[in-house]
C-alpha cells in the first residue's frame, strides 16, 4: 500500500474513532486544554502514520548499528521539531551495539517524567524482510510495528499534541530510546549505566511496550541464568546400579527434574533448562551456548551439562530459589559431583503502591474517554524489559504501547483502529502528571 493510501485509511479511522468520542463526550470529564490537545492528536494522525512507516523500513537490527541509528535520527528529528534537545549516548566498541537516543525538556512543574523505547528489533537484515503494508482496514504488518516502533511513534505523537498547546512549556520529561532493548549489550554495567542514572533523576518511568485499552503492567518479572556442570566417573554400563556408579546423565537429570518438583508451584517462579548435553565426550562452548558430544550405549557418561533461565518477581525470590537449588545440586548420586553458577540478567519491577498509584489513574483517563476500565495484567505474562533496570527507583508503568501480535515473530501485525486511542491516552496521562 502507498503512504498516500495509508494515510488516507489512518484518517478514515480517525473518524470513526472521533465519531465514538463525541458520543462519549458528555460523559466524559475533560477540561479545555485537554480537549483541544485530543483534537491535535486527530490532526496530526497521519504525520503519526507517516513516521511509523517510514521507521519500520528502515531495518533496525540490534546488531545492525547503522539502521538502528537511521531510526534513531529519524525520531530524533520529530522530537527536536517540538522543542526537546537531542542527544546520542555511545557505548564502547567492544560492545557493538549502536547506543542509545535521549531527548530533554526541563522544567519546574508537575512529576518529572522518564519515558522508555527502543529502536531495534530482532530481525537482522540478514532475514526475511517484512516492509510496512496494510493487511485489512484496522491491521498493518512490518518488521518492528508493534515491538516497538508503534509505541515509539505514540509518545512522539502525544509529546506534539501538547507541545502544539503549550502544555509541556514547564515539564520535565526525557525520552529514552535505547538502541539494544532486544539483546542489551555486554555488560550491562555499562550498557545500561546511563540510561539507569538519568533515570533517579525523575520522579515517574513509563515504558511503551506492546499494550491495549484494557490493560497495563505494574509488575515485571526478571530474567537470570544457571549453568550446571556435572562430574560422573566413566565405566561399563553393567555397573550403573549394581556399583552403584551412576554418571552424569543421571545426575544431571536428577537435579533438573527436583528443580521442577521442590519450585514449580511458586507464584511467578518459573525454572526452565534450555539445554542439556551428556556423555563420554562433551564440548561445552558456553559463550555460543552450544555443545558437540559422543557416546555410546554401554558407557556410563562422565560429563554433563545444562543451562536454562530463572524468572522472578522479586530479589527475594530470586535468593531464595537460588538456594534451594544449590541444596539440590549438592545431593549428589553415587561417584558424582555437581555445581551450579548464577548469572544475573535484567531484575524484576516488582510490584509496590507507587505503581498502583499509577494504574489508578490511567484507568481515570481511560473512563474520563469512555474507553472503559484498566485492569493491571499478571506480571507471569511478561518478560523482563528495560524499565526493570530502574524500577528499584522511580514508580512505574509499562505496556502502553501500540497494540497488535506476533512481536517478534514473521507477520508481526499493530491494530491501526486502537493507536490514534491509545496515543490520545498517553497524551492525557502525561498532562495530568505534569500539571
Not at 109 to 126: C, S
Not at 283 to 303: M, R, T, V
Amino acid at each position: 500500500m502507498k503512504i498516500f493510501q495509508v494515510l488516507v485509511l489512518g484518517s478514515a479511522l480517525w473518524a470513526m474513532d472521533a465519531k465514538v468520542w463525541g458520543q462519549n463526550q458528555l460523559q466524559t470529564n475533560l477540561s479545555v486544554e485537554e480537549q483541544k490537545t485530543l483534537a491535535k492528536v486527530s490532526a496530526n494522525l497521519p504525520e503519526m502514520f507517516t513516521l511509523l512507516q517510514k521507521t519500520v523500513d528502515i531495518n533496525s537490527g540490534t546488531f545492525h548499528v547503522q539502521g538502528v541509528r537511521a531510526v534513531g535520527e529519524e525520531f530524533a528529528k520529530a522530537l527536536r521539531a517540538i522543542g526537546f534537545k537531542t542527544q546520542w549516548v555511545g557505548l564502547p566498541d567492544s560492545l557493538k551495539r549502536a547506543g542509545h537516543l535521549v531527548a530533554t525538556r526541563q522544567g519546574k512543574k508537575g512529576k518529572k517524567l522518564f519515558l522508555i523505547g527502543h529502536l531495534d528489533t530482532v530481525f537482522e537484515p540478514d532475514m526475511p524482510p517484512n516492509p510496512y503494508r496494510s493487511i485489512n482496514d484496522s491491521t498493518v504488518t512490518g518488521q518492528g510495528v508493534n515491538d516497538m516502533k508503534g509505541g515509539d511513534v505514540i509518545i512522539i505523537g502525544a509529546l506534539k499534541a501538547l507541545h502544539q498547546n503549550g502544555l509541556l512549556d514547564d515539564a520535565t520529561i526525557t525520552v529514552y530510546l535505547t538502541g539494544d532493548e532486544e539483546n542489551a549489550g555486554q555488560p550491562r554495567e555499562v550498557s545500561r549505566a546511563d540510561f539507569i542514572e538519568r533515570a533517579k533523576q525523575h520522579d515517574i518511568a513509563l515504558a511503551f511496550e506492546g499494550g491495549s485499552l484494557g490493560g497495563v503492567a505494574t509488575a515485571r518479572r526478571g530474567a537470570s541464568e544457571w549453568i550446571l556442570t556435572v562430574k560422573g566417573k566413566q565405566g561399563h554400563s553393567s555397573g550403573v546400579f549394581t556399583g552403584p556408579n551412576y554418571g552424569a546423565v543421571y545426575e544431571v537429570a536428577r537435579i533438573v527434574n527436583q528443580f521442577r518438583e521442590a519450585l514449580e508451584k511458586e507464584k511467578y517462579l518459573s525454572i526452565n533448562p534450555g539445554l542439556i548435553a551428556g556423555g563420554s565426550e562433551l564440548n561445552w562452548k558456553e559463550q555460543s551456548q552450544s555443545a558437540s558430544l559422543s557416546g555410546k550405549a554401554n558407557i556410563i557418561s562422565p560429563d554433563a551439562v545444562a543451562l536454562g533461565d530463572l524468572r522472578f518477581i522479586s530479589e527475594a525470590q530470586k535468593d531464595k530459589a537460588r538456594e534451594t537449588m544449590r541444596k539440590i545440586v549438592a545431593q549428589n548420586l553415587s561417584q558424582t559431583s555437581a555445581e551450579i553458577h548464577f548469572k544475573d540478567g535484567i531484575p524484576a519491577m516488582s510490584p509496590k503502591a507507587g505503581n498502583d498509584s499509577l494504574a489508578a489513574l490511567l484507568n481515570r483517563v481511560n473512563l474520563d474517554l469512555g474507553l472503559g476500565p484498566v485492569v493491571p495484567g499478571d506480571p507471569a505474562n511478561r518478560g523482563a524489559g528495560d524499565i526493570s533496570y530502574i524500577a528499584a527507583y522511580v514508580d512505574c508503568l509499562d505496556g502502553l504501547g501500540a497494540s497488535g501480535r506476533g512481536a517478534h515473530a514473521p507477520g508481526e501485525t499493530m491494530n491501526t483502529k486502537v493507536f490514534p486511542l491509545l496515543m490520545q491516552r498517553t497524551a492525557l496521562l502525561i498532562y495530568r502528571l505534569t500539571r
